[in-house]
C-alpha cells in the first residue's frame, strides 16, 4: 500500500458515513470500453465503498475485485496482474506529487486501465477542512501524468468537469465501437 498524506482523512469518512461510491455513477462512461477490451479479470482501484464492478456487464469477466487502501477490508491487492484496471475519481483527490506513484502502482497491476477524473472542485469537504479533491486540472494535464506510464494512452473526453482516459490506442473504429456500445447496445446487453 502507498501511503498518501490524506489516507488518514478518507479512512474516516468511510468509517463515518456512506462515502465513496461515485463508481457506480460513472459506470456508463466506461463499460463500453470494459466490452471492447474483453477482460477476463479485472480490479477496481481505489473503489471506496462503490460496488461498480459487480454490475459490469462484460461476458468472461471471471475475476471482480475491489481495492482502496482507506478500507481495510480491501486494503490489499488479491492478485499481482489485472487484464484490466479502472480508476475513478481517485487521482484527484491526491496531492500533485502523489499521483505519479499512484499511477505507477496501476500501471504493475495491468497493462490496460480506464480512468475517470474529475477536474474542477468537489463537493465534499475532508474532516480536515480542506476540499476532497486536492489537485484539480484539465484533461490534458492528467493525460501526461498517465502517459508516464501508459505511453499510448488517449484522451477519451474532457468535459462536464471531467476526463476520461485509457491506456490502449483505439483509433477511429474503436472509437465508433465505444459510441456504439454507450449509446445503443448496453441497454439490451444480459446481466452477468
Not at 461476458?59 to 475513478?88: F, M
Not at 477511429?172 to 465501437?177: D, E, H, K, N, Q
Amino acid at each position: 500500500m502507498i501511503e498518501t498524506r490524506n489516507l488518514s482523512q478518507y479512512a474516516e469518512l468511510h468509517r463515518t458515513r456512506a462515502y465513496g461510491a461515485t463508481g457506480r455513477n460513472k459506470l456508463k462512461l466506461i463499460e463500453p470500453w470494459i466490452q471492447i477490451a474483453r477482460p477476463r479479470s479485472m480490479l477496481d482501484y481505489g473503489a471506496g465503498q462503490s460496488r461498480m464492478i459487480d454490475e459490469i456487464r462484460s461476458i468472461g469477466l471471471k475475476v471482480r475485485d475491489r481495492y482502496d487502501p482507506a478500507i481495510a477490508e480491501i486494503s490489499t491487492h488479491k492478485q499481482i496482474h489485472y487484464d484490466l484496471v479502472s480508476c475513478i475519481d481517485v487521482l484527484e483527490h491526491l496531492d500533485e506529487q502523489e499521483v505519479s506513484a499512484i499511477v505507477a502502482d496501476i500501471a504493475k497491476l495491468g497493462a490496460n486501465a480506464v480512468f475517470v477524473v474529475d477536474t474542477k472542485v468537489a463537493g465534499t469537504i475532508l474532516p480536515n477542512g480542506e476540499n476532497a479533491h486536492a489537485t484539480v486540472r484539465p484533461g490534458s494535464w492528467w493525460l501526461s501524468k498517465i502517459r508516464d506510464y501508459y505511453p499510448d494512452a488517449e484522451l477519451i473526453e474532457a468535459e462536464r468537469g471531467r476526463a476520461i482516459i485509457k491506456s490502449w490506442t483505439s483509433g477511429s473504429t474503436g472509437r465508433l465501437a465505444y459510441l456504439l456500445l454507450r449509446h445503443v447496445v448496453r441497454p439490451v446487453l444480459p446481466r452477468r
